[in-house]
């Protein structure tokens, strides 16, 4: 087995497989590296989402209505194409790796191919977004200047997230948790500090906001690249066996992962089509309050995921439980909170925003059934639970109850269109609590690399 080398003190070896046994063979040592996971986790993720959250809630407050309305546009656009252009592939690493992550060869066989289907999916949405933007924008009367950086950005945060997102995946296997947060704390804090002096200087805009935040995002990029390139072995061309069969693992899960890049962001959009600027800028900076539930939402893709990829059978059901019981607990909490004391977040978006008190606590609570799905979703993928009939059913369902919104409510309004989302969140919430139901009754689905025959 290779020994990882271990330049941040997380791990002595890799994360999964033999190297509890082996190197922390006694229940007291295992704890120990437990808890340096744990500790580096919430350290990292907590400086690196607070310096997030007030970049977030700086924007918030000093930009005017409508420069946020344009900012907040571009990054729910950018965020639905993201997901589109990823379609899941990045994710496929940890699970497809599972127990053999002291194979760097395998590692990197993965990663090659997450590389070379994302930039051909690149290559293929990149003006179909740059179209649909422009269409999308122009019919706000923006200046042409603003509606141009704001592409620029959108297309470069869409190219770099790629390599951001497969190049993460093996610092997630190894426990390189400082290598993931520190590169990007730092680029963090330095964009925070931009934005208070272009602020100050009176140079701040939707604009120089997006291209920043898209700078961000690439140079985080090649840092991580970087700082990941020596747990694998990086073919120099990639292996159509692998691409096969990363294409056939993601297969299932991937119509619901176009459905669900647009729903994520489908409130916004509709707003952007036939709303008012104002509410544009209401809708995204409530989009703002679900950035306190990123570090859990991170910790499950961080540490959730990878543990439940490796668990045994026999220990699942236990820690599922657990762990859905924790999630819906703390998501209660915070929704009774929410609607009881509005307040606090009025004061978090800024006296701009006092018209969205009176959805405040709709808001929050959509952003917690949002979390508990997502933490449902990311234990069903680890387990390579992703089935077709699961796909299907969450597309009607959700399109069925979006449709009915539609032609009863419409989402002219910031209320409605937070209603809307709301119907979708538990829609989907239903859907993935079935997919378990149907997950622990059939088991994992088996991946054959032979059964897509198009050479990719």
């Excluded at 979703?377 to 009915?404: C, H, P, Q, Y």
């Amino acid at each position: 087995m290779d020994r990882l080398p271990d330049d941040n003190g997380v791990l002595k070896a890799d994360s999964l497989g033999e190297a509890d046994s082996r190197m922390q063979p006694g229940t007291s040592a295992k704890l120990k590296r437990i808890f340096r996971i744990l500790a580096g986790f919430f350290l990292g993720q907590g400086v690196l989402q607070s310096f997030n959250l007030m970049i977030g809630l700086y924007l918030v407050r000093a930009l005017s209505v409508e420069s946020y309305a344009q900012l907040g546009l571009a990054l729910g656009f950018q965020q639905t194409i993201t997901t589109l252009m990823d379609l899941g592939v990045a994710g496929t690493i940890i699970p497809l790796v599972g127990e053999q992550a002291h194979d760097k060869t395998r590692v990197g066989k993965y990663v090659r191919a997450a590389k070379h289907l994302r930039d051909r999916i690149f290559l293929v949405l990149a003006p179909l977004s740059a179209i649909a933007f422009l269409a999308i924008t122009s019919r706000h009367n923006w200046s042409y200047g603003a509606q141009t950086a704001l592409l620029v950005s959108v297309l470069l945060a869409l190219y770099s997230s790629g390599p951001l997102s497969y190049y993460s995946a093996p610092l997630f296997l190894y426990g390189r948790l400082r290598d993931f947060y520190l590169p990007q704390s730092i680029t963090a804090g330095a964009r925070l500090i931009s934005y208070l002096a272009l602020g100050a200087s009176g140079y701040l805009n939707s604009s120089v906001a997006a291209i920043f935040g898209a700078l961000n995002i690439t140079i985080n990029a090649g840092i991580l690249g970087k700082k990941s390139v020596t747990l694998f072995s990086l073919p120099e061309t990639h292996d159509p066996a692998v691409n096969r069969e990363v294409i056939h693992y993601v297969l299932p899960a991937v119509p619901a992962v176009i459905f669900s890049a647009f729903q994520m962001q489908i409130a916004l959009l509709l707003i952007g089509i036939f709303g008012q600027t104002t509410s544009i800028a209401q809708v995204a900076a409530l989009g703002r309050i679900s950035q306190l539930f990123l570090i859990l939402t991170t910790f499950n893709i961080v540490v959730v995921e990878p543990k439940i990829a490796k668990l045994s059978r026999d220990r699942l059901l236990s820690m599922y439980v657990r762990l859905v019981s924790l999630a819906v607990a703390l998501a209660v909490l915070v929704s009774w909170f929410s609607f009881t004391f509005p307040q606090p977040f009025i004061w978090l978006l800024g006296f701009k925003y006092e018209g969205v008190r009176s959805v405040v606590g709709l808001s929050v609570m959509t952003a917690c059934i949002s979390y508990v799905t997502n933490l449902i979703w990311l234990m069903n993928r680890a387990r390579k639970w992703l089935f077709w009939r699961g796909t299907l059913l969450e597309i009607v369902l959700v399109l069925s109850a979006d449709i009915l919104f539609l032609l009863t409510k419409g989402v002219q309004t910031t209320r409605n269109a937070v209603l809307f989302t709301l119907t979708s969140a538990l829609c989907g919430l239903c859907v993935h609590a079935y997919i378990t139901y149907h997950g622990f009754q059939k088991g994992p689905r088996v991946i054959a690399e032979t059964v897509v025959s198009v050479n990719y």
